[in-house]
């Protein structure tokens, strides 16, 4: 069974930080695209960044300038880095693999770490 481990969810103020960190095995590390979703109250999951296993990252539009994703390869993890929050980044956020950025929605999930930004 894939395991994918995140943390560093938690409530923070508009205009704060956070730091999300996602591990897992190397195996499936090394042989995936990793990436973020994102589901707030009410809403579909919609996919917030990614980064292939060559490191190159992707973005949703809403998040650009805000937001870096990073992957450690010494230690299997993914990182994604908030910055200037905004309540609406509020939500569930889940760290995905899965062969190709394509195919995400249908990876391996972990099981979501709680970010509330209040205003």
């Known amino acids: 069974q894939v395991q994918l481990v995140e943390s560093g969810g938690g409530l923070v103020q508009a205009g704060g930080t956070l730091r999300l960190s996602c591990a897992t095995s190397?195996?499936?590390?090394?042989?995936?695209?990793m990436g973020w979703y994102r589901q707030a109250p009410g809403k579909q999951r919609e996919l917030v960044a990614a980064?292939?296993?060559?490191?190159?990252?992707g973005y949703a539009d809403s998040v650009k300038g805000r937001f870096t994703i990073s992957r450690d390869n010494a230690k299997s993890t993914v990182y994604l880095q908030m910055n200037s929050l905004k309540p609406e980044d509020t939500g569930v956020y889940y760290c995905?693999?899965?062969?190709?950025?394509?195919?995400?929605?249908?990876?391996?999930w972990g099981q979501g770490t709680q970010v509330t930004v209040s205003s």
């Open positions: 995905v693999a899965a062969r190709t950025m394509v195919t995400m929605m249908s990876g391996d």
């Open positions: 190397e195996s499936i590390f090394s042989n995936n695209v």
């Open positions: 980064i292939t296993r060559g490191g190159a990252p």
